[in-house]
């Protein structure tokens, strides 16, 4: 009798074990849980869409993420800077978009690393961390201090895919406006992201050097201002006469020595300046 009291009790105490541990709530998966809130917190500070870390991004997503954040970002290359080692690791920057047609770039990957150097059209996926630049009321979105890869080759020419004027081959262009570096200056100031269709012929003062003698050698071209004496223009990474690299520092403008220079307009929005980029020293007296 004690024995049959005793087992009923047991049961009893099993039974309502059994419907506690089952009343329990179930706790939710951490990253979902992570996932919905923060997309509602998005929703309520102006509509960013939250990506889950560690999630390849489109760059329509990332430029809608909060500076600081960790991203994996993919897309096409619509403007590529040249390559460089100067700071150890051979790093590059490039505009890059969703759209492989398009002549404008939604995001800028900034001076990440690369084992080969990217060009226009190229599908790459950009590993790094948002930091916003603004400058005159014009924010750009940036991916800094990662990496850069090529998943899929476009079919973009030399110098990055760019067709700049300069490259250092000798190709003498035939098509090229006459402006003054007043009249340089207004067409370039609307293109914040690549260069202008047209080449342009811009004649001036040398006012200053900017390339290292070492550096002028070792990468064939030179960064120097040309001034009309109230207007500058900056040439940059320009080649020399008869568009073929410099091969030694001496060769290099000089300040006073009157340029002429055959190539793209672009404007410089970190520098606020305009430039006529990757062209050639036409003339130099």
Same mark, same amino acid.
């Not at 060009?119 to 190229?122: A, S, T, V, Y």
């Not at 064939?220 to 001034?227: A, M, Q, V």
């Given at each position: 009798m004690k024995t049959t009291k005793f087992m009923t009790a047991l049961m009893l105490v099993a039974s309502l074990a059994f419907v506690a541990c089952n009343n329990k709530n179930t706790p939710e998966d951490p990253? $979902? $849980? @992570?996932? #919905?809130? /923060? =997309? #509602? $917190? @998005? /929703? #309520?500070?102006g509509g960013e869409t939250v990506i889950p870390t560690g999630s390849t991004m489109t760059c329509a997503e990332a430029a809608q993420q909060a500076e600081g954040t960790s991203v994996t970002v993919e897309g096409y290359v619509t403007f590529a800077y040249d390559a460089s080692d100067k700071f150890e690791n051979l790093q590059q920057s490039a505009w890059l978009s969703d759209d492989a047609s398009a002549s &404008? @770039?939604?995001v800028q990957a900034y001076y990440l690393d690369v084992t080969e150097a990217v &060009? &226009? +059209?190229?599908k790459v996926r950009a590993t790094g961390t948002i930091k916003f630049y603004e400058k005159d009321g014009e924010k750009t979105v940036e991916i800094v201090k990662g990496k850069m890869e090529i998943i899929e080759k476009g079919n973009g020419g030399g110098n990055g895919g760019n067709d700049y004027a300069g490259q =250092?081959? @000798?190709t003498i262009q035939t098509d090229v406006t006459n402006v003054t570096i007043a009249e340089a200056i207004e067409i370039a100031k609307p293109i914040t992201t690549g260069k202008s269709e047209k080449f342009y012929r811009v004649s001036g003062t040398v006012k200053e050097v900017k390339t290292k003698a070492e550096d002028l050698a070792k990468y +064939?071209?030179?960064?120097? %201002? %040309?001034?009309d004496g109230t207007n #500058? %223009?900056?040439c940059f990474r320009t080649y020399n006469v008869g568009n073929v690299k410099f091969t030694s520092s001496d060769q290099a403008p000089k300040k006073g020595q009157t340029a002429t220079v055959v190539g793209q307009l672009m404007w410089y929005s970190k520098g606020n300046v305009a430039e006529v980029a990757y062209g050639y020293i036409e003339e130099l007296k």
């Open positions: 990253n $979902q $849980q @992570g996932t #919905e809130q /923060g =997309g #509602e $917190q @998005g /929703g #309520e500070q &404008k @770039g939604t &060009k &226009k +059209g190229d =250092g081959d @000798g +064939g071209n030179c960064d120097f %201002i %040309i001034t #500058e %223009i900056t």
